[in-house]
């Protein structure tokens, strides 16, 4: 499974991005629970939401809940993170990954395949 994460960039405090995960080959994303996660300098990745296979469900770090969305078009192959709202503190880089199992897990462990990172900086 290959992701790629793609859309992050420089923004001000307030703004809003959209990130894109997209899977390269063969790789079928609804057959994946998908997570966002990120990782600020100094921190450890932690977890931003995920969302189910059907992306009926969605689940959120408190630290976003209400600023981030995460939606998921498995006809095109493609998960998003909306994220509008943004606050200086959400500058990281920020991974999407997968693991197929059930669960909307939060814990990094949780997930097999991740993509590579995509820079977001949040000027304040």
């Known amino acids: 499974v290959q992701l790629q994460a793609s859309g992050g960039g420089l923004v001000q405090t307030g703004g809003s991005l959209r990130l894109s995960c997209f899977a390269s080959?063969?790789?079928?994303?609804?057959?994946?629970?998908m997570g966002w996660f990120r990782q600020a300098p100094g921190k450890e990745r932690e977890f931003v939401g995920a969302t189910s296979r059907s992306g009926v469900t969605t689940r959120y770090a408190d630290s976003v809940k209400g600023r981030f969305t995460i939606s998921r078009d498995n006809a095109k192959n493609t998960v998003s993170l909306q994220m509008n709202s943004l606050k200086h503190e959400d500058t990281a880089v920020y991974y999407c990954?997968?693991?197929?199992?059930?669960?909307?897990?939060?814990?990094?462990?949780?997930?097999?395949?991740w993509g590579q990172g995509t820079q977001v900086t949040v000027s304040s």
């Open positions: 990954a997968a693991h197929s199992g059930s669960a909307l897990g939060n814990d990094r462990l949780q997930y097999d395949y």
């Open positions: 080959g063969r790789t079928l994303l609804r057959r994946y629970v």
